[in-house]
């Protein structure tokens, strides 16, 4: 009997050990460096400088606290505010108080398929000015750059001429990968809660976490069927209310999805961003798009936006920051 008793208990240990080193070996290893754009907030221009600094602040406590790498991208335009400037400055200084990076992402979020080479040159350049002082503050450089609206050229020589004029000044591309359209929910989101409208809050938040799960896993088979496998991604997330708020959310999606966080030096490692890519258009896309048009196979089968928060955010005129 006692032995029985030995063999059973035996069993069931190596048994329950044997399932979770299973389970463990199931978990993907997924990679992922997260990106924020927009800085010192999407929607700077209507909002004081006390809220821009409130929200940063609860933005990236939790990013500290969970001990994920980011690096954010500003638009030095949204600084000069009277009366706010040297406070919007402490906001962006918060970023590298908290041990984040920044990045330039022009002065005025000019589009370079609308302006031109030139005048995008110049707002690149003009973009650089506090962000440059505050990272030597810090003993860093100013070392990636994020095009508005992913916006990389009209024509390949277009393209081809920013791309040597930004590594001339000493700048790398951050791509982007995963985007799940957070600027869209933000608006709706900030409107709901100027209102007082916890309901509609919590049903976006729930959407925006669901509509990020369906997309992390449409790009993740993207990724396999373009690249053979799934490269370290780069998230765009933009600097806003929602964000604030829910990004501790976010970040228990992507971790039950098997990521792990990591910094955008170390993403950029992965040989898949030295894939040829030759795509232009007058819209902009992500890199995983770029490389499956390059490649003669355009991607099908994207998830659909939320045709209801389409229709939420138009009375509110705001568009893609």
Known sequence: ?????????????????ASAR?????KPDRAVAITIDDLPAGAANSLPAATITEMTAK?????????????????E????????VDERIKALRMWLDYGFELGNHTFSHASLNRVGLKAWQDDVVQGESVTRLLLEEHKMKLRYFRHPYLDTGRDLQTRREAEAFLAARGYRIAPVTLDAWDWMYAGVYDDAKKRGDAALEEELAKSYLSYSDEVFAYSEQLSKQTVGYEPKQILLLHANQLEADRIGDLLAVMRKRGYRFVTLEDALGDQAYGLPDTYVGEEGSGWLDHWAITQGKPPQGAPVFPQW??????????PQP
Request: net charge positive; no cysteine.
């Open 77 to 84: 335009k949204k600084l000069y505010k009277f009366g706010e």
């Open 59 to 75: 933005l990236l406590g939790t990013l500290r606290d969970q001990k994920v790498p980011v690096v954010g991208f500003v638009n």
């Open 1 to 17: 009997m006692k032995r029985m008793f030995v063999f059973v208990v035996f069993y069931a240990v190596w048994f329950g050990g």
């Open 22 to 26: 299973l389970r463990a070996a199931e």
């Open 309 to 318: 928060v389409i229709d939420k955010a138009k009375p509110l005129r705001h």
